[in-house]
């Protein structure tokens, strides 16, 4: 990777990735594209451009002009919004998928696109969820993901373009908050915590989700997209987690360094919903085999970390 574009990149992943671009292939190397325009570090450190995903003729205009070798494209609507308007989350996150990977196909560009734990239904295995199997998903997030996945599938297979990508599970991260997701609660915990000592919980006891640190989220998107691809067998979509927990298991972890921390349940009936259809826990040894996944953070380091920078940050 040596030229790179990210869309979305005030959105939480696309912040601390830009960044970590920047840091690693050259400020000016980096180009930050979004709707919101981002403020701080993000903008002041290298070339930003407002663009639409939806948009081609945009797209294009500046892909065109930039030239990247590489589109980490992270541009999409989050599940619990996706729900709420199926029809906007169609047009977002399918639409910008199909003008980017049309667009790396005109200017030869790899092409990064996450997909999610979203992309699997109720019928899917929901504990150690192999990498390849049965996905009907049954909400409007997760009929983009899986789409995603095929159509990246489709412009390797059909135009040759170098299209890699990730099923993430929850984000946890202290700089920029998630918007709309279904497991926002993981970091939405730590800040109520820190600033009340009380946290009301969307999602009901016993719901098991994938979860990562952001840190390890940013490694992972750069490992696979610097694999050496002869070694893989997959190429989009791949597995990755680093920890599975219930809210429960997260309060108590909390507990331990936050003592008087109380919890109680208010459960989103349309959250719980899309969570339950999701897998307890992933198996991602096609990540681990095919460009050598391994996470850094589980549970006890993530949390122990995300308190000293939040509790820094808030107070
Ligand atoms: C969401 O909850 O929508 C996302 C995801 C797991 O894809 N965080």
Redesign the pocket.
């Given at each position: 990777m040596k030229r790179i574009l990210v869309t979305g990149a005030s959105g939480q992943i696309g912040s601390e990735l830009t960044l970590e671009l920047r840091k690693r292939y050259g400020n000016d190397k980096v180009m930050a594209t979004d709707v919101r325009k981002p403020s701080g570090a993000l903008l002041d450190s290298g070339p930003y451009e407002e663009m639409d995903v939806t948009d081609q003729n945009s797209v294009e205009r500046i892909v065109k002009a930039f030239r990247p070798d590489t589109i980490y494209h992270l541009a999409a609507l989050?599940?619990?919004v996706a729900e709420a308007k199926p029809q906007l989350a169609w047009t977002i996150n399918m639409g910008g998928l199909y003008h980017i990977l049309e667009t790396a196909r005109e200017f030869s560009c790899a092409v990064f696109t996450p997909s999610?734990?979203?992309a699997f239904g109720p019928s899917t295995p929901p504990d150690r969820t192999p990498q390849d199997t049965i996905q009907r998903p049954t909400s409007m997030?997760g009929v983009t993901k899986v789409s995603g996945e095929l159509l990246c599938d489709y412009y390797h297979l059909r135009f040759g373009v170098d299209t890699r990508g990730l099923r993430?599970?929850?984000?946890i991260s202290y700089e920029t908050p998630?918007g709309?997701?279904?497991?926002?609660y993981a970091v939405e915990i730590f800040y109520e915590a820190i600033r009340k000592k009380t946290y009301t919980c969307f999602l009901k006891q016993g719901t098991y989700l994938d979860m990562m640190y952001m840190p390890d989220a940013i490694k992972a998107a750069i490992d696979v997209m610097e694999a050496d691809p002869s070694r893989f067998k997959h190429r989009n979509a791949f597995n990755v987690t680093a920890m599975s927990f219930a809210p429960e298991d997260l309060y108590e972890t909390i507990r331990k360094r936050i003592p008087g921390f109380t919890m109680r349940y208010e459960v989103d009936p349309v959250r719980q919903c899309i969570a339950d259809s999701w897998p307890n826990s992933m198996d991602d040894s096609a990540a681990r085999e095919e460009w050598g996944w391994s996470p850094d953070f589980d549970l006890d380091l993530m949390t122990g970390d995300m308190i000293d920078h939040l509790s820094a940050k808030l107070t």
């Amino acid at each position: 990777m040596k030229r790179i574009l990210v869309t979305g990149a005030s959105g939480q992943i696309g912040s601390e990735l830009t960044l970590e671009l920047r840091k690693r292939y050259g400020n000016d190397k980096v180009m930050a594209t979004d709707v919101r325009k981002p403020s701080g570090a993000l903008l002041d450190s290298g070339p930003y451009e407002e663009m639409d995903v939806t948009d081609q003729n945009s797209v294009e205009r500046i892909v065109k002009a930039f030239r990247p070798d590489t589109i980490y494209h992270l541009a999409a609507l989050l599940s619990a919004v996706a729900e709420a308007k199926p029809q906007l989350a169609w047009t977002i996150n399918m639409g910008g998928l199909y003008h980017i990977l049309e667009t790396a196909r005109e200017f030869s560009c790899a092409v990064f696109t996450p997909s999610s734990i979203g992309a699997f239904g109720p019928s899917t295995p929901p504990d150690r969820t192999p990498q390849d199997t049965i996905q009907r998903p049954t909400s409007m997030y997760g009929v983009t993901k899986v789409s995603g996945e095929l159509l990246c599938d489709y412009y390797h297979l059909r135009f040759g373009v170098d299209t890699r990508g990730l099923r993430y599970p929850g984000i946890i991260s202290y700089e920029t908050p998630p918007g709309g997701g279904t497991t926002d609660y993981a970091v939405e915990i730590f800040y109520e915590a820190i600033r009340k000592k009380t946290y009301t919980c969307f999602l009901k006891q016993g719901t098991y989700l994938d979860m990562m640190y952001m840190p390890d989220a940013i490694k992972a998107a750069i490992d696979v997209m610097e694999a050496d691809p002869s070694r893989f067998k997959h190429r989009n979509a791949f597995n990755v987690t680093a920890m599975s927990f219930a809210p429960e298991d997260l309060y108590e972890t909390i507990r331990k360094r936050i003592p008087g921390f109380t919890m109680r349940y208010e459960v989103d009936p349309v959250r719980q919903c899309i969570a339950d259809s999701w897998p307890n826990s992933m198996d991602d040894s096609a990540a681990r085999e095919e460009w050598g996944w391994s996470p850094d953070f589980d549970l006890d380091l993530m949390t122990g970390d995300m308190i000293d920078h939040l509790s820094a940050k808030l107070t």
